[in-house]
């Protein structure tokens, strides 16, 4: 039950359910107010009269005061199925229907009066309320007779609500019982729909109304402007009357009702998940203006705050408040003493600027001094020091403090750098350690897989072990090569080199390996020499490993391209292969230690490459960087050309 109740079917019974218990309920507590009213007379008066009270209602005044004004105003009505006459004050018939000729009798009959100015109609009221209305007694007074055909149905309304309050009054001690029903029926639905509101039978966890996105305030008074607009257009339009008009406004009760239904779904979903307040425009704007408030609050205490840093720096101020005074008060002085003499004032303005123009320039020189010196500071010259001679007061404490702040970074750099050599040290230092009993594993290793012996597990696992015990060399010698390079600790021989050397040997070392891992080498070079300042050692080592990145990553049966050019006075060396792994790696990451281009890291390598690299060309004045383009991976190396 507590499943059905959660789907779409369950909910939309207990919806319809709680509908039309809620009406039931209003139906029997208005037949209860009805059948207790004893002076209404519902259950005495007979059809004859009910049916003379409607037609003077509804059909003399509305019927006549029509067809009454279509005559005075020169455009007749036609009749709308009942017999009419209408005659002036003075018994003159002025108009007859067609079928009312012969007519001697007449059923009903009343009085109008007509107000006209400038020969048109502008009122026209019943005679009975000519007291109500300005100007009656300038009226004309025509009397209107009227019998009700067949046509006229109305009638039988009324006879239907006579039947129905009547079959009410019949169960009138069945209504209490049928109207407790439906109010613990209602109960019920309700509660049910409350409970089941934002959940769905398969799981347990809330879920958002599909008009989550509508603030619960506005939609609410959404829904009251729409119903109070819709009853007021009805009202407005309609003229029916009676059980229509009724009928109208009980669907649209009953669509209000279902509506109100909705809306406290919606709101229990959202209580229970805790942002019915905050789904309101109402919470937006009280978080809204705090939010403005806070930002008051802060924009004072900033200015607060501002305030009390001039007041802390009063000395400054007050010189500088004296200093203003004192020039006001001259200036003063100066035009009262040459009162109309000209030349005196001239003379007098002339010794002032004599003596602010120094004073000015000297305050200019000093904040550009400052200036200077806060930008060193900026792009990281800490050796720096601000020159604050001839600074007198807050400037040169402010100069002072450039320069101890300077110091302070220096020996942040410092003991930074002190780090960065202890790190270095212990990776040596360790390193050195580990390579005694390596290479004590690497010979034992090699000397069992020389051993004849029949066993040739004995043979499997000796040359792993002496492959893995290489490998582990090779990191160790990247490790502290890599940890030398990085800190600068590693000896660079420069002498002039032709960059063109590099190439040929790099086609030639690496001819074989290259064709075993299904790779074309395609190599260009310029026709005149290229000179370069290098360590012959050191470039190969970069080479090498730009060579072996290659070889391990690039795609088989694709060409790789290796350039050199001169551009810019720069010799540049461009290395280019198609990756065989998708490259989803930054240039800056592929750079980084230990970092490697095939995340599964099924080769070999341990991502210290390109880092050693990169350290090399650096220390040889020159750099590497790295272009990834989709699958096309290019290192870039440069070098200053020499003459």
């Given at each position: 039950?507590k ?9 939309t ?26 002076g209404?007379?519902?259950?005495t008066?007979?059809?004859e009269?009910?049916?003379n009270?409607?037609?003077?209602e509804e059909?003399?005044y509305?019927?006549?005061?029509d ?12 009749s709308?199925?009942?017999?009419y006459?209408i005659?002036d004050?003075?018994?003159k018939?002025l108009?007859?229907?067609?079928a ?11 009085m109008?009066?007509a ?9 026209l ?6 007291n ?17 055909t067949?046509q ?5 309304q ?6 129905l ?5 019949s169960?009138r ?8 029903l439906?109010?613990?029926a ?5 509660v049910?729909l ?7 039978p398969?799981?347990?966890e809330l879920?958002?109304d ?17 119903g ?10 309609s003229?029916?009357?009676?059980l229509?008009?009724a ?24 209580i229970?998940r805790g ?12 978080v ?14 900033q ?5 009390l ?5 009063i000395p400054?101020?007050w010189?500088t ?10 200036e003063l002085?100066v035009?009262?003493?040459?009162n ?15 003596i ?8 200019a020189?000093?904040l550009r001094k400052?200036q ?7 792009e990281g010259?800490l050796s720096y ?5 001839g600074m007198?007061?807050?400037l ?16 942040a ?20 350690d580990?390579?005694t009993p ?5 010979n ?5 897989s020389?051993?004849?012996?029949d066993?040739e ?6 040359e792993?072990?002496?492959r ?9 010698e990247?490790?502290v ?30 001819e074989e ?8 080498l ?6 005149k ?5 290098a360590d012959g050692?050191?470039m ?10 290659i070889?391990?990553?690039?795609q088989p049966?694709t060409r790789?391209y ?7 006075g720069?010799?540049?060396?461009t290395f ?7 490259l989803?790696?930054s240039?800056e ?9 095939d995340?599964?890291r099924?080769?070999e390598g ?5 880092s050693i ?5 650096e ?6 960087k ?18």
């Amino acid at each position: 039950m507590k499943n059905f109740s959660r789907t779409v079917a369950g909910k939309t019974a207990a919806f319809m359910i709680c509908i039309l218990s809620i009406c039931l309920l209003a139906g029997c507590l208005f037949s209860a107010v009805v059948i207790t009213q004893d002076g209404l007379g519902f259950y005495t008066r007979s059809e004859e009269d009910i049916r003379n009270e409607l037609i003077v209602e509804e059909q003399l005044y509305p019927g006549g005061y029509d067809m009454l004004f279509g005559i005075l105003s020169g455009s007749e009505k036609e009749s709308d199925g009942n017999l009419y006459q209408i005659a002036d004050a003075d018994g003159k018939v002025l108009f007859t229907s067609a079928a009312a000729e012969d007519q001697q009798q007449w059923q009903y009959e009343t009085m109008f009066g007509a107000v006209r100015q400038e020969g048109n109609i502008t009122n026209l009221f019943p005679a009975a309320d000519k007291n109500r209305y300005e100007n009656a007694e300038e009226a004309e007074y025509y009397t209107v007779r009227i019998s009700v055909t067949p046509q006229f149905r109305r009638y039988d309304q009324v006879i239907l609500y006579e039947k129905l309050i009547h079959m009410a009054y019949s169960m009138r001690y069945w209504i209490y019982v049928i109207g407790l029903l439906a109010a613990l029926a209602a109960a019920v639905s309700f509660v049910t729909l409350m409970s089941a509101s934002g959940r769905t039978p398969d799981s347990e966890e809330l879920r958002p109304d599909r008009l989550y996105f509508i603030p619960f305030d506005l939609l609410t008074g959404g829904c009251l402007v729409a119903g109070f607009g819709t009853s007021v257009v009805l009202g407005s339009v309609s003229r029916a009357g009676g059980l229509t008009e009724a009928i109208a406004f009980g669907c649209l009760a009953v669509v209000g009702l279902g509506v109100f239904l909705g809306l406290c779904m919606i709101a229990a979903s959202r209580i229970k998940r805790g942002v019915f307040l905050k789904n309101t425009l109402i919470y937006k704007a009280l978080v809204l203006c705090v939010r403005v408030l806070r930002w008051i609050g802060a924009t004072l205490k900033q200015i607060f705050g501002f305030l009390l840093a001039v007041i802390l720096n009063i000395p400054l101020i007050w010189k500088t408040v004296i200093a203003v005074g004192v020039i006001c008060l001259y200036e003063l002085i100066v035009i009262a003493a040459g009162n109309d003499d000209g030349e005196v004032v001239m003379l007098g303005m002339t010794l002032e600027k004599l003596i602010l123009i120094p004073l000015v320039l000297y305050f200019a020189i000093c904040l550009r001094k400052l200036q200077q010196g806060g930008k060193a500071l900026a792009e990281g010259e800490l050796s720096y020091q601000t020159d604050t001679r001839g600074m007198f007061w807050d400037l040169k404490k402010h100069g002072d403090n450039l320069n101890s702040i300077a110091i302070g970074m220096s020996k942040a750099v410092e003991e930074k750098m002190k780090s960065e050599r202890m790190k270095t040290e212990l990776i040596t230092n360790v390193s050195h350690d580990l390579k005694t009993p390596l290479t004590s594993v690497i010979n034992y290793a090699t000397l069992i897989s020389r051993e004849n012996t029949d066993n040739e597990k004995i043979r499997e696992y000796s040359e792993v072990l002496v492959r893995q015990s290489e490998k582990l060399k090779r990191l160790i010698e990247d490790l502290v090569e890599a940890s030398k390079a990085s800190t600068g600790n590693l000896e660079v021989s420069l002498m002039p080199c032709d960059a063109s050397v590099f190439i040929s040997q790099a086609a030639g070392e690496y001819e074989e390996k290259l064709q075993d891992c299904q790779l074309t080498l395609i190599t260009k070079g310029p026709e005149k020499e290229v000179h370069i300042m290098a360590d012959g050692r050191r470039m190969w080592r970069i080479f090498d490993n730009l060579m072996n990145n290659i070889c391990k990553y690039a795609q088989p049966q694709t060409r790789v391209y290796l350039s050199l050019e001169e551009r810019d006075g720069q010799a540049v060396f461009t290395f280019k292969n198609t990756s065989r792994d998708k490259l989803d790696i930054s240039e800056e990451e592929l750079m980084e230690r230990f970092t490697r281009g095939d995340s599964s890291r099924n080769t070999e390598g341990n991502g210290l490459g390109l880092s050693i690299a990169r350290s090399m060309a650096e220390l040889q004045n020159g750099s590497l960087k790295l272009e990834i383009d989709g699958d096309l991976f290019k290192a870039i190396l440069s070098f200053p050309v020499i003459g």
